[in-house]
């Protein structure tokens, strides 16, 4: 989903749709395991969703030119794979001190996508999200509750 016509309309488009599904009611953000690869670097989202496309996972969406976002499937399992664009965020991420479920942040994100908190549902399975970064590239994957 690679428009050159108007990609930053997609890219706000996309981020505001992950930002409303990620944050439904109900939802819980955990940190995974730190990763530094040690023969190859994947700093990129186009190289990482190469991996994960050979671990059997199918690319549904991946935005921007080269990609910044991909979302990316396996039976019942999710994998988003992104580069931060907004320096908060990132700083939110990697700081391993700060809660990832802090109530400031999620205003934060809520505001960034033109998003209230009344605006979002209940999520159908609450799950829990767990965010990793490998080389500057951070994926989220999702687990049942």
Do not use: C
């Not at 530094?36 to 030119?65: F, N, P, W």
Request: net charge neutral.
């Amino acid at each position: 989903m690679t428009n050159k016509s108007k990609p930053a309309t997609d890219l706000a488009a996309v981020i505001k749709s992950l930002k409303s599904y990620l944050l439904e009611k109900g939802h819980r953000f955990e940190r995974g395991p730190r990763y530094e690869t040690q023969t190859h670097t994947h700093s990129s989202v186009a190289k990482m969703v190469r991996q994960y496309e050979g671990l059997g996972y199918v690319k549904y969406i991946q935005v921007g030119d080269p990609p910044v976002y991909a979302m990316l499937g396996r039976s019942h399992h999710e994998a988003h794979i992104f580069q931060p664009q907004d320096p908060k965020i990132r700083e939110w991420l990697e700081d391993d001190r700060v809660a990832l479920n802090d109530p400031t942040m999620r205003a934060y994100l809520l505001q960034s996508a033109g998003l209230s908190e009344a605006s979002l549902p209940e999520a159908r399975r609450p799950q829990v999200f767990r965010i990793v970064e490998v080389d500057d590239v951070f994926i989220i994957t999702n687990e049942d509750t």
